[in-house]
């Protein structure tokens, strides 16, 4: 019988708490609240948000470049102290890791590989600020997030240790998915990423209208400039430096790798469908998928037709989330399953 581990709850709640960063970091950048504190680890030298006249005086006296503004500087707070929050979980998930390592089945190595990547993203963090929205450090960070949340999930299938059930069908058809899968979990990457570049670099509204940019099919595009990723460091990028023909050509390259992906995942959701083998596990993954492709696509639309509204914006970033950990599930699955399948063989 199949048990789950003792910091499966532990490690699943780290999941849903990862995904709250996520959440409120897409929210703070969204905002324009990323440098609502100038300085760090501090908030205009506090702790929390100088909240009476002298702090607030104090504040403008120290940072007379950064004028105090309560509404962006909280946000930017607690985004802080939820990522710590989410740092010491890890800790403590490490720590039950090494405490529990000699028991059957115990990961150590990868409890210690998230502890390492979260000391990164607490650098990454720092850098945010003490760069200035540098574009490159920004979209990192949210790689590094997303990297974050992918391998609590990851850990947390594993402590769950329950396998997915051999389909009815050989196994070999399980296996022709495996490369489909791993291409579809590539391809969501690099859209991520892409997508922290259009971010980052504030062209979400480089193109207002659907399904042409600036009325034309082909408008004239700087991808020298708009993927530069040697930019200066040094200047204040809080609303972006780049040109509008660079911004037209982050936001095009984004909008082809939408499709792009959105035909990959199609094509790996019918193929699922096909080889499930009567796999309920495999069947219900294949529709989870679909709704969060589907839902992702009209998340992105919405955001050019109605010209990026913020809870549409917020919402395309956490369903960004729900569908990377979908296609983890996936090729996590496929994986151990057949591994079992061959060791039984």
Not at 78 to 104: D, K
């Amino acid at each position: 019988m199949n048990r789950s581990k003792a910091s499966y709850p532990l490690v699943l709640f780290a999941c849903l708490f990862a995904v709250g960063v996520i959440v409120l970091g897409a929210y703070t950048r969204l905002v324009d609240a990323g440098l609502g504190c100038p300085d760090w680890p501090t908030c205009y030298g506090h702790l929390g948000v100088p909240s009476t006249d002298a702090q607030i005086a104090r504040a403008q006296e120290l940072f007379p470049e950064a004028p105090f503004e309560a509404h962006k500087a909280w946000p930017e707070v607690i985004h802080r102290y939820l990522a710590s929050g989410l740092g010491l979980l890890i800790i403590v998930i490490t720590a039950a890791a090494w405490r529990h390592r000699q028991a059957p089945g115990q990961p150590l190595k990868l409890p210690l590989f998230l502890l390492a990547l979260v000391i990164a993203q607490g650098l990454f963090g720092m850098w945010t600020v003490t760069l200035k929205l540098w574009p490159q450090v920004v979209t990192a960070h949210l790689l590094g997030g997303f990297t974050t949340l992918s391998l609590l999930w990851i850990l947390a299938l594993r402590l769950e240790n329950r396998p997915w059930p051999q389909p009815h069908l050989p196994l070999r058809h399980w296996i022709k998915l495996k490369p489909l899968a791993v291409l579809g979990l590539l391809a969501l990457i690099v859209q991520i990423a892409l997508g922290g570049w259009v971010s980052s670099n504030y062209a979400a509204l480089a193109c207002p209208d659907l399904p042409t940019c600036q009325n034309q099919w082909l408008p004239a595009m700087d991808f020298a400039n708009g993927f530069n990723v040697f930019q200066e460091i040094g200047p204040n990028y809080l609303g972006g430096q780049l040109d509008g023909e660079a911004r037209v050509a982050i936001h095009v390259t984004h909008r082809i790798g939408a499709l792009l992906v959105s035909i990959v995942l199609l094509l790996l959701i019918w193929r699922m469908r096909q080889n499930a083998g009567g796999s309920q596990p495999m069947l219900r993954l294949a529709n989870v998928m679909l709704f969060l492709l589907a839902l992702q696509v009209a998340l992105g639309l919405s955001n050019v037709a109605f010209g990026l509204p913020l809870a549409v914006a917020v919402a395309h970033n956490a369903v960004g989330a729900l569908l990377l950990l979908s296609l983890v599930t996936l090729n996590y699955r496929l994986n151990r399953s057949t591994v079992s399948g061959n060791q039984l063989n």
